[in-house]
C-alpha cells in the first residue's frame, strides 16, 4: 500500500463508516463475539438484506438490559430463564430458540482435585470444592454464570462460602475470565465456542464435558416496539427470522475453528 | 521477554500487510480522539485561561474542582455520558449511544479538565508577569484572555498533546459508550482490550505498539510544527 493510498482511506473513514444507514444494534454475549461466530455469520446476512449487524457483546445480564433501556433492537443470549422474564416483562418477544453448545469444565492438566474421567459434573464440582482447589468464576451476571451458579446449586455446594479463598470471582468476560485461570491453574466454567477460539491456555485443558446439564441454549429476542417505539422492530425480526431460517442455520453449522463445529443450529426443535 | 518478540514480529506483519480492518481501526481511534481534543479545546483553554485572570469569590474552589476532574475515572465518565445518551435517558432521542459521536463526547468530558487545569496553571504564570503592562494598555482580564492565549501557544502545545494522550490511551469510557462495534466504534484500545479478552496476547500487544507509534507520530509532528513556528518568529 502506497503512503498516499494509506493517507487517502484515513481520510476517507468518516464515510464508509457512515455509509450503512440499514441497520440494527444486537446485543449479545461475549461468547458469540469472541468465538468468531457472528465474523462468520453476519456478512451473509448484510449481502442478502443489506441491513448492517451492529454487535454490541456483553455478558447475557447486560444484554438484557440494554434491551430493557432500549439500546438494542435485538438480542442474542444464553440465559433460559432470564431470557423468558425479559419476555414476561413485556420488554419484547417471542423467544425463539436458535443454537446450542456446551459448556465445559476446564482447568490445569495436574487437575489437583482429580476430576477428570468423571462424567458428573456435579461430583466434579462437589470434589473441586472439597479440595479447596482455585476456581475462577465469571461473577459478571452472564449466561454462562448463570449456568455455573445452577450447577453449584445442583451440586449442593454453596460456592461462596470459598469466597476469598478458593473461589474466585473476576466480574470479567469470558476470555479475561479464561486468562484469571490459566495464570492461576484454577478450574472454571467456560463454554465451547471461547475455549476453541482462545489461545492463551497454557496448562488449561478439557476435564469434564458431555453431561447433559451442560446443554448452553441460545435464544434470540426482537425488543418490543410497545416499550420503545424508535427500535427497528420490522429489520430486528427480519434478522432473528433470517437467524432461524435455512440459510442462518446452515451459516451457523458451517462455522468451524480446526475442523470443530461451534455452535449447533436448533431452531427447528422446540424449546 | 518471548511474548514481546512475537508482538514486535506482529506488529511489523500488521503494518506491512496494511489490513484495511486495522487501517480503519486506527483511522477512528485519530478521528475520535482529535475531535474531541478540538472540542475539549474550545471549552477548556478559554476557560483555563479566564481562570488565570478573573478574580472572584469561590475561584480556588473552582480551581481545586477543575484540578480534581483530572483524575476522572474514565469508567464513570463513560457511565454518566452512557445514562445519559441511554434511549431511556434524556437525551435518548438522539440515538447517539453505541456511536463515534458517543466516544468523542466521553473523551471531551475526560478532557476538557485536564486542558483547562494545565492552562490555567501555565498561563497564570504569564499573567502575573504581564498583568502591569496588559493594565498600562487598558486592558482588562477579559481582553487579556485571548493575548494571553497568543503568547501562551507553545507552552499550551504541550497542554493540548497532554489531552490528547490522554483521550487516545483511554479505553473504559469509549468501550461503554461505543459498545466496540466491529467496522464502526472499535478502536485501537477496545481492540486491545477484545483481542486480551480473545488470549491473543501477541495480537493484543502489537496492536498496543502501532498504537504508540502514532500517539509519538503526533507528538513529533506537534513538535516539528512548534519549532518550525519558533525558527519563523525569530527570524
Known amino acids: 500500500m502506497t503512503r498516499r493510498s494509506l493517507l487517502l482511506s484515513l481520510l476517507a473513514m468518516p464515510a464508509t463508516a457512515q455509509a450503512q444507514d440499514r441497520f440494527i444494534t444486537l446485543a449479545s454475549t461475549t461468547s458469540t463475539e469472541q468465538s468468531g461466530l457472528f465474523g462468520h455469520i453476519l456478512p451473509a446476512f448484510t449481502r442478502e438484506t443489506g441491513i448492517a449487524v451492529r454487535v454490541v457483546a456483553l455478558g447475557t445480564g447486560q444484554a438484557l438490559d440494554v434491551g430493557r433501556r432500549g439500546d438494542a433492537d435485538a438480542l442474542l443470549v444464553h440465559d433460559r430463564a432470564a431470557e423468558d422474564r425479559f419476555v414476561a416483562e413485556g420488554f419484547g418477544g417471542p423467544r425463539r430458540q436458535v443454537m446450542y453448545n456446551d459448556f465445559i469444565l476446564v482447568g490445569p492438566a495436574a487437575d489437583p482435585a482429580r476430576i477428570g474421567e468423571l462424567g458428573d459434573v456435579a461430583e466434579a464440582l462437589r470434589r473441586i470444592a472439597a479440595a479447596g482447589a482455585p476456581f475462577v468464576s465469571r461473577g459478571d451476571r452472564s449466561g454462562t454464570h448463570a449456568a455455573e451458579l445452577r450447577l453449584w446449586r445442583l451440586a449442593g455446594v454453596d460456592p461462596l462460602a470459598g469466597r476469598g479463598g478458593w473461589y474466585r470471582e473476576v466480574g470479567q468476560g469470558m476470555g479475561p475470565a479464561l486468562n484469571a485461570a490459566a495464570a492461576q491453574d484454577a478450574y472454571l466454567l467456560a463454554d465451547r465456542g471461547t475455549w476453541l477460539a482462545f489461545r492463551n491456555r497454557q496448562s488449561l485443558t478439557i476435564l469434564a464435558a458431555g453431561d447433559a446439564r451442560l446443554l448452553n441454549q441460545y435464544g434470540a429476542i426482537a425488543v418490543s416496539p410497545q416499550r420503545h417505539p424508535h427500535v427497528k422492530a420490522a429489520e430486528a425480526q427480519r434478522f432473528i427470522d433470517w437467524l432461524c431460517g435455512p440459510a442462518g442455520q446452515a451459516a451457523i453449522t458451517g462455522y468451524r475453528i480446526n475442523d470443530e463445529q461451534l455452535f449447533f443450529a436448533n431452531a427447528a426443535t422446540r424449546g | ?235
Open chain 2, 1 to 235: 521477554m518471548q511474548d514481546l518478540g512475537s508482538a514486535m514480529t506482529a506488529a511489523v506483519a500488521l503494518v506491512r500487510a496494511g489490513d484495511p480492518a486495522v487501517l480503519r481501526i486506527l483511522a477512528l481511534s485519530l478521528q475520535v480522539s482529535l475531535a474531541a481534543l478540538g472540542i475539549a479545546a474550545l471549552v477548556g483553554l478559554p476557560l483555563g485561561a479566564l481562570l488565570a485572570v478573573a478574580r472572584f469569590p469561590g475561584r480556588r474552589l473552582v480551581v481545586v474542582a477543575l484540578n480534581a476532574l483530572m483524575g476522572l475515572p474514565p469508567v464513570v465518565a463513560g457511565l454518566l455520558i452512557y445514562l445519559l445518551l441511554s434511549r431511556s435517558g434524556p437525551l435518548g432521542r438522539y440515538g447517539l449511544l453505541f456511536t463515534p459521536q458517543a466516544m468523542v463526547i466521553a473523551q471531551a468530558v475526560l478532557i476538557t479538565p485536564i486542558l483547562a487545569a494545565l492552562t490555567r496553571q501555565v498561563l497564570e504564570a504569564m499573567w502575573e508577569e504581564y498583568a502591569e503592562q496588559l493594565r498600562s494598555f487598558g486592558a482588562g482580564p477579559w481582553r487579556a484572555v485571548p493575548t494571553l492565549l497568543w503568547d501562551g501557544r507553545f507552552a499550551l502545545l504541550t497542554v493540548l498533546l497532554a489531552g490528547f494522550g490522554r483521550a487516545a490511551a483511554e479505553v473504559g469510557a469509549v468501550i461503554v459508550v461505543g459498545g466496540n462495534i466491529e467496522g464502526f466504534t472499535r478502536t485501537m484500545t477496545t481492540a486491545i482490550a477484545l483481542e486480551t479478552s480473545k488470549g491473543d496476547l501477541p495480537l493484543a500487544l502489537a496492536l498496543g505498539l502501532l498504537l504508540m507509534l502514532i500517539v509519538l507520530g503526533v507528538n513529533a509532528l506537534a513538535q516539528g510544527l512548534r519549532d518550525a513556528a519558533l525558527r519563523r518568529a525569530s527570524a
